[in-house]
């Protein structure tokens, strides 16, 4: 069973640091892997999704990246901004199961 | 960018109320909805999966009398949440996939509260 642990479980930084965060699944048989943003009490906006086949991805100052072999993901957000905290998900699709799994999230706080 | 529409966006009823949660794909045909329930400070747990014009698949522990899906076109899922109590108070996510390998797509989710 896909298990998917996201670290750290919460993070706070000043405006303008380039920060980094962890994505880890179990089950390296992914379909592909998506970054999900969630603001308080809403719905998840899509970022980022790496299929498989693909190392990487990149939309403004989001950078993505995906290592199947050791099952492993993380998102870049450069030059961060107070309009960046929200909390972070990612999830992976597995083929097999035709779901995608959550990990538990990085709440993300970004200090004007 | 493709959109998924959820309604209602919050509900409060009295206990014993069954309540209906509509979800729709707004520009493209899903041939695959899902429902998720999301706990405070928690991440987002599978309800159960459903195809358009076949029953649903429930997640081990989901009620299938409790939670009713319907999936009656490419564009349209509901959930119907039936004599609800308190302990099904909850946040309701639903979310919609055109095809194998694409992106999912999330609606704004429904707030449940029963009193």
């Known amino acids: 069973k896909q298990e998917v642990t996201q670290i750290p479980a919460a993070l706070s930084v000043p405006e303008g640091e380039n920060l980094v965060l962890n994505c880890s699944f179990t089950d390296s048989a992914i379909y592909n892997l998506q970054w999900f943003r969630q603001d308080p009490g809403k719905g998840l906006t899509s970022l980022l999704l790496i299929q498989s086949s693909q190392r990487e991805q990149t939309s403004g100052r989001l950078n993505a990246s995906l290592d199947k072999s050791s099952g492993r993901s993380t998102l870049y957000i450069a030059a961060s901004q107070p309009g960046d905290s929200a909390t972070y998900l990612c999830a992976a699709y597995s083929g097999s199961a035709r779901q995608l799994t959550f990990g538990s999230g990085t709440q993300l706080t970004v200090l004007p | 960018g493709a959109v998924v529409s959820q309604h209602p966006s919050r509900v409060i009823c009295k206990s014993g109320t069954s309540v209906k949660i509509e979800c729709r794909s707004l520009?493209?045909?899903?041939?695959?909805m899902f429902w998720y329930r999301q706990f405070p400070k928690q991440s987002l747990m599978l309800m159960a999966t459903s195809n358009e014009g076949s029953k649903a698949t429930y997640e081990q522990g989901v009620e299938k009398d409790k939670f009713l899906i319907n999936h009656a076109s490419l564009t349209l899922s509901t959930l119907t949440v039936t004599s609800a109590h308190p302990e099904d108070s909850s946040f309701y996510i639903c979310?919609?996939?055109?095809?194998?390998?694409?992106?999912?797509?999330f609606g704004d989710g429904t707030r449940l509260s029963i009193l």
């Open positions: 520009d493209f045909q899903a041939t695959t």
């Open positions: 979310s919609a996939i055109e095809g194998l390998g694409q992106p999912q797509h």
